[in-house]
């Protein structure tokens, strides 16, 4: 249960609070990319509250907020080439969301060697 709580806050970081300026600039710029992670990484700070303790939850949102930078570094230059292309870029933007839910997990499972 406490994983799905997780997963949530991560739907909530990467796509409701996901402005279309964020979306569309990040592979891009720097600026809205960082934006975008900062967002994201405070979402799940807040939610990972109720799951950790302060000192795990705040390993736990900084360690997954520099693994969706990196992973969003990647992704989102790859699906912007691929704009155009939806049975390309569809797979790509799976296979973002497919490295994000496996790092969350394996963050997840091993949240006691996270402590800030």
Excluded at 47 to 73: C, E, K, P, R
Aim: hydrophobic letters at 55%; charged letters at 15%; a positive charge.
């Amino acid at each position: 249960m406490n994983f799905l709580v997780l997963l949530a806050a991560h739907w909530v970081g990467d796509f409701l609070l996901q402005s279309r300026k964020m979306a569309v600039e990040k592979h891009k710029s720097l600026k809205w990319l960082l934006f975008h992670v900062v967002t994201y990484t405070f979402v799940v700070l807040v939610i990972s509250q109720f799951v950790f303790s302060w000192q795990v939850g705040l390993g736990y949102a900084v360690f997954n907020g520099a693994l969706h930078l990196i992973t969003d570094f990647f992704t989102s230059k790859l699906a912007a080439k691929f704009n155009e292309k939806p049975r390309i870029f569809y797979p790509i933007l799976g296979f973002d969301q497919l490295v994000h839910t496996a790092c969350l997990y394996w963050t997840f499972i091993n949240a006691d060697v996270l402590a800030l």
